[in-house]
T-cell receptor, first 117, second 109 residues
Framework: DSGVTQTPKHLITATGQRVTLRCSPRSGDLSVYWYQQSLDQGLQFLIQ???????AKGNILERFSAQQFPDLHSELNLSSLELGDSALYFC????????????????FGEGSRLTVL | KNEVEQSPQNLTAQEGEFITINCSYS?????LHWLQQHPGGGIVSLFM???GKKKHGRLIATINIQEKHSSLHITASHPRDSAVYIC???????????FGTGTRLTIIP
């Protein structure tokens, strides 16, 4: 058990809909990272928050947004869903704010499997 | 060219064999992570390396900064080691972790 909790584990929805994925980081970790893993693209970094502030942005679509709340949990909002958004979405946390060796170890959640029909 | 490249893509070995998975990375990558993804999808971080060598149980990870190369070794491999192993790199001052395409390891009893 990594200590990172993601909900829901599985989600099936239709094109055009909006979903929210939730992540609770490991106790004491201030950074939350979101990653997308699709069959054709592999793992890709989406966005990182550190202590409530957006720290880095990767290949995140404009239809997607995220935030980190004062209690450090994070939510990833996916809207106007398309078939191609079907993927595993992982959240990871770390104690550091990032930047390579400053990150420390990454702890991953079990992932949320999104299927868009 | 990808910033992080792994080889081989697929590896099948007999139980007990010594396993090596390789990762080459581009200039500017300051830290490398080795991750293990189980068949069920969950990801576990195995090592984070910026220099030298780390060992945990039967797993050993090394990094050669001059050659921009890292290896993950598994000694006395076991069927439960069957998984996808992924190396991923952070650029100095950049939080965008770049992932290799993964190595699918299958250990046959």
């Amino acid at each position: 058990d990594s200590g990172v909790t993601q909900t829901p584990k599985h989600l099936i929805t239709a094109t055009g809909q909006r979903v929210t994925l939730r992540c609770s980081p490991r106790s004491g970790d201030l950074s939350v990272y979101w990653y997308q893993q699709s069959l054709d693209q592999g793992l890709q970094f989406l966005i990182q928050y550190y202590n409530g502030e957006e720290r880095a942005k990767g290949n995140i679509l404009e239809r997607f947004s995220a935030q980190q709340f004062p209690d450090l949990h994070s939510e990833l909002n996916l809207s106007s869903l398309e078939l191609g958004d079907s993927a595993l979405y992982f959240c990871a946390s770390s104690v550091g704010r990032g930047g390579g060796r400053n990150t420390g170890e990454l702890f991953f959640g079990e992932g949320s499997r999104l299927t868009v029909l | 060219k990808n910033e992080v490249e792994q080889s081989p893509q697929n590896l099948t070995a007999q139980e007990g064999e010594f396993i090596t998975i390789n990762c080459s990375y581009s200039v500017g990558i300051s830290a490398l992570h080795w991750l293990q993804q189980h068949p069920g999808g969950g990801i576990v971080s195995l090592f984070m390396l910026s220099s030298g060598k780390k060992k945990h149980g039967r797993l050993i990870a090394t990094i050669n900064i001059q050659e921009k190369h890292s290896s993950l070794h598994i000694t006395a491999s076991h069927p439960r080691d069957s998984a996808v192993y992924i190396c991923a790199g952070f650029r100095l001052g950049n939080e965008k972790l770049t992932f290799g395409t993964g190595t699918r390891l299958t250990i046959i009893p």
